[in-house]
Every structure is written in C-alpha cells, then in structure tokens.
C-alpha cells in the first residue's frame, strides 16, 4: 500500500523545510522538498506520523539516525553511487572525487553529483556527508544551511 503525506521538518529554528514523503508497504521509498501549498485535507495517517516523529527525532538530536525502515530503489549507477555515501562514517565527509574514485569511476565526479542530487532519501542516505574538493559545504537538495547544520551535528556527536 502506497501512502504520501506532506509535513515540516526543522534543521534548527531558523531553517525549516516542507517535505512529501512516501511510504509502501511500510518502508520510507521517498522524501523530497515539498515546494506546493499544504491543502487542510492534509491529514497524515499512522505510517506517516510514524516517519515524521522518527525525522524529527533525528533533526533534533534525539537519536543517531532515522529509526524508520526505507527502501532505496535507484538506476544501478545512482544505487552504487547511493551504497557508498551510505558507508561513510557519521562526522566524516568525502568529496565528490574521492568518492567517484573509491566506486571505480575516477573520471565521473560530476555524475557522482548528479548521483546525489537525485537521492531520493536524502535524509536516509547521507548525501551531504559529499563534499567539493575546495573544502566548502557545496548544494544540498534540503539547501547548504541545512546541509552545514547536519555536517556540524555529526562532527560534534563525533568527537562528544
């Protein structure tokens, strides 16, 4: 069964974002940036409340991850691309080239990008832990603010 909803998420007081998220069979399959407006009949059922509460839980630093079962289904190049960023350690970060690098596709950094920027799971799959090489946050699908509020998060969670 399919179920979509839409709701907020907060990154911190100042950058909250408007999410659609999608749940089958009781795994999270989509969650993207909600750019519509949110018609009243906009009523979340059980899954969904489930997913938010998980989200806002980790947004808050309640817990480490997502407790929220998903399934990542991607083009064999994304999902690989996808596998990787899913492997680098909470605190740490990669850049797009070591990351193109460490699948066996040295020359494909800008793929890599693309990769990511069709992350559907952003949240789930940490995306933003991928880097430019010139040591700035880059883009992020949720925007850089957020993108550098969940980088500083993870470092401090890291070391603490």
Same mark, same amino acid.
């Given at each position: ?5 839409i ?6 007081p ?6 659609k ?9 989509s969650?993207k940036?909600y750019?519509?407006?949110?018609g009243?009949?906009?009523e979340? &059922?059980?899954?969904l ?17 997502i ?7 991607a ?8 596998e ?5 350690p909470?605190?740490?970060?990669? &850049?797009y ?8 596709r ?11 920027? &069709? ?9 933003h ?5 010139n ?21 401090? &969670?890291?070391?603490?």
């Open positions: 069964m399919k179920e979509e909803g709701f907020e998420i907060v990154f911190s100042e950058v909250k974002k408007t999410v998220a999608v749940v089958e069979d009781g795994r999270c399959v969650l940036p750019r519509g407006v949110v009243k009949d906009n979340l &059922t059980a899954p409340v489930q997913l938010s509460l998980a989200i806002r839980n980790y947004l808050a630093g309640k817990t480490l991850g407790d929220y079962p998903f399934a990542l289904n083009p064999d190049f994304e999902y690989q691309v996808l990787e960023v899913a492997n680098i909470r605190g740490s970060t990669m &850049t080239k070591e990351l193109a690098q460490k699948i066996g040295p020359g494909a950094y800008r793929a890599v990008g693309h990769a990511l920027a &069709t992350n559907p799971l952003p949240l789930f799959v940490p995306c832990r991928v880097v430019p090489g040591g700035k946050p880059g883009k992020y699908i949720f925007g850089s603010e957020a993108k550098q509020i969940l980088l500083s998060r993870e470092k401090a &969670t890291k070391k603490g």
